[in-house]
């Protein structure tokens, strides 16, 4: 039995779940997701609670992916009430972003400026160093937020680049003087 899979989600108030075949429709006050499923796993909605079972929990595939849709549906609800966002730090000399629109512009110590394209949906902040990426669909705020770290990643000597937030470097110590 999975045990994330046979919790069942809350629909809070204001958002509407539809249910049309094998897709999943999922509409709140930040916006709306689809998704869609494989014919293993079966959505219900009941009592204003989305409940997601599988045809056979003893098989492991379908164990797997009854975890696994249980927690995009879930991803989806809160998404579409609260949001997702990530916080990005940059740090280094001369290092500098813009956010201008949808694009961000960086400036990452290479000869030219960088332009990165926000896609639809997802907006972004900048306050001095720190830069906030948020939107409604986890896995894209995710993937963008990890496109912008590879941009510069930071390097163990200095500390130089961008990284998330919360996530600590590993420095390592320098040359040691010659003797």
């Not at 929990?57 to 998404?79: D, F, H, T």
């Not at 902040?125 to 930071?154: F, M």
């Amino acid at each position: 039995m999975s045990r994330l899979g046979k919790l069942a989600i809350k629909i809070p108030n204001g958002t509407d779940v539809k249910i049309e075949g094998r897709t999943v429709t999922v509409k709140g006050p930040k916006g709306e997701l689809k998704t869609s499923f494989l014919k293993e796993a079966k959505v219900e909605v009941v009592d204003g609670e989305i409940i997601v079972k599988v045809s056979n929990p003893e098989n492991k595939k379908e164990k797997s992916l009854w975890g696994l849709y249980r927690a995009l549906i879930n991803n989806m609800v809160v998404g579409v009430n609260d949001g997702f966002e990530k916080k990005l730090e940059i740090k280094g000399v001369g290092y500098k972003m813009a956010v201008a629109g949808n694009k961000i512009n960086f400036n990452l110590g290479f000869s030219h400026p960088i332009e990165f394209p926000l896609p639809q949906g997802i907006s972004a902040v900048a306050e001095g160093n720190n830069l906030t990426i948020s939107g409604i669909d986890k896995q894209l705020v995710g993937e963008i937020a990890a496109q912008i770290r590879k941009l510069r990643v930071p390097e163990p000597y200095k500390g130089k680049g961008i990284k998330y937030s919360d996530e600590v470097i590993r420095r390592k110590a320098g040359k040691a003087a010659a003797k």
